[in-house]
């Protein structure tokens, strides 16, 4: 099943690249303006849609919690498949884009790792956001490599988290 939803995301993305053009680049993704004060950072953050993928109910709950009350319209996913799904439902316009990507590590289906390497193979520069309870010097430096905007070993502070979406999302 993995493989048959990765095929279907490859195509969709390859279709959505297709209507961009040539000369662009896909832009499913847009990022934001860096803001120029602290009203357009809250207009930027209202604006601003995050997919978050984890597995750990009660910690997926929480952190949407937090991301909700700063404004952001969270999606939860539950795992590296669902997460995909929603993916490829902003690439071909079921759905808004999505401004930051916030995902577990160690998922069922597809690994957080896994789909930051599919979005990189398909152009996709939406800022990834990995958290991990097993944040080995090897996984760490796979998601620098793979172009993670940052790596989050469990448990984490919560603000600290708050602050790389903020960034993330500002551009």
């Not at 803001?35 to 601003?48: G, I, M």
């Not at 995902?103 to 789909?115: E, F």
């Not at 448990?155 to 999302?169: G, K, S, T």
Request: proline fraction near 5%; include cysteine.
């Amino acid at each position: 099943m993995a493989r048959r939803m990765l095929s279907d995301f490859m195509s969709a993305s390859t279709h959505a690249m297709a209507i961009q053009g040539d000369d662009d680049r896909l832009t499913a993704f847009p990022a934001m303006s860096a803001p120029d004060s602290p009203s357009q950072v809250r207009k930027n953050v209202a604006r601003s849609r995050v997919l978050l993928a984890e597995d750990d109910g009660p910690l997926r709950g929480l952190i949407a919690g937090v991301l909700k009350n700063d404004g952001y319209e969270v999606v939860e996913a539950k795992d590296g498949l669902e997460l995909l799904v929603n993916i490829e439902a902003s690439l071909v316009g079921d759905q808004r884009p999505f401004f930051v990507v916030v995902a577990d590590v160690h998922m069922p289906g597809l690994t957080g790792l896994d789909v930051l390497a599919i979005l990189r193979c398909s152009f996709v520069a939406a800022p990834v956001i990995l958290i991990t309870a097993f944040g080995d010097d090897d996984t760490r430096a796979e998601a620098w490599e793979l172009g993670a905007s940052a790596v989050f070993d469990k448990p984490f502070e919560l603000e600290e988290l708050r602050v790389a979406v903020l960034e993330a999302a500002a551009g």
